[in-house]
């Protein structure tokens, strides 16, 4: 399956534990996006990366969350010291670079944090 | 700014239209969204419409542009059961990095047999 892999699916952490996201893009993509869901709030915008830079982070809370993208492996989403409120379903997506197309994200299944 | 606004809920009968509305705010915007999630996945990509358009249709879809007013719907006719799913708007402004995308709350379309 080419398709967007995130894992772990659910997490569960403890207030003040870290939460360690990834996302390994489509095949052949280079670009991968961050978002938030949160019920009743829709999907927010958290961060844009390419292998190995930050291109738009504007949606980062400015504390505790981080993002990654290396040169090899998978996107990671970091999260110290978590919070109840950083309880919520975290979607990763993918796009192509090629600015031809319609610019379609390819989303991954989602990893639901519940911090207890 | 960047904004996305929509209707949290809606409720039809099946075989009935389904039509969810949108506003966005980005007038630079190029391609406008909807996108479908189904419960426990990821979203996916259910049409676009480039912004030089009026109108898309998609078999039982209907995407209608407003670009004056900044609004969008979506029309799905002879609605199933099988269309109960959440439904985003979405919007790239075109001055935006990359294919960065702007979504909206969902819409949470429920269908009645």
């Known amino acids: 399956n080419a398709g967007v892999m995130q894992n772990p699916r659910h997490l569960v952490r403890r207030r003040g534990q870290e939460a360690r996201l990834r996302c390994s893009p489509m095949?052949?993509?280079?670009?991968v996006y961050w978002y938030r869901q949160l019920p009743e709030e829709g999907l927010k915008f958290m961060v844009y990366?390419?292998?190995?830079?930050?291109?738009?982070e504007s949606g980062m809370p400015k504390e505790r969350f981080s993002a990654e993208f290396p040169k090899e492996g998978p996107s990671i989403l970091r999260i110290q010291q978590v919070v109840r409120g950083d309880s919520a379903a975290y979607f990763c997506?993918?796009?192509?670079?090629?600015?031809?197309?319609?610019?379609?994200?390819?989303f991954g299944e989602g990893s639901r944090l519940t911090v207890l | 700014g960047e904004d996305v606004e929509q209707s949290l809920f809606l409720s039809v009968r099946e075989g009935d239209s389904s039509v969810i509305n949108c506003t966005y705010t980005d007038s630079s915007s190029t391609y406008l969204y909807w996108y479908k999630q189904e419960p426990g996945a990821g979203l996916q990509l259910l049409t676009y419409i480039f912004s030089n358009m009026d109108m898309k249709q998609d078999q039982r879809l209907t995407v209608l542009l407003n670009k004056k007013d900044k609004h969008l719907s979506l029309r799905i006719a002879d609605t199933q059961t099988g269309d109960s799913a959440i439904y985003f708007c979405?919007?790239?402004?075109?001055?935006?990095?990359?294919?960065?995308?702007?979504f909206g709350a969902g819409t949470r379309l429920f269908v009645k047999a």
């Open positions: 990366l390419q292998k190995e830079n930050i291109i738009d």
């Open positions: 095949k052949g993509h280079s670009h």
């Open positions: 979405a919007e790239r402004p075109s001055l935006s990095g990359g294919f960065k995308t702007i």
């Open positions: 997506a993918s796009s192509s670079s090629d600015r031809g197309t319609t610019g379609e994200l390819f």
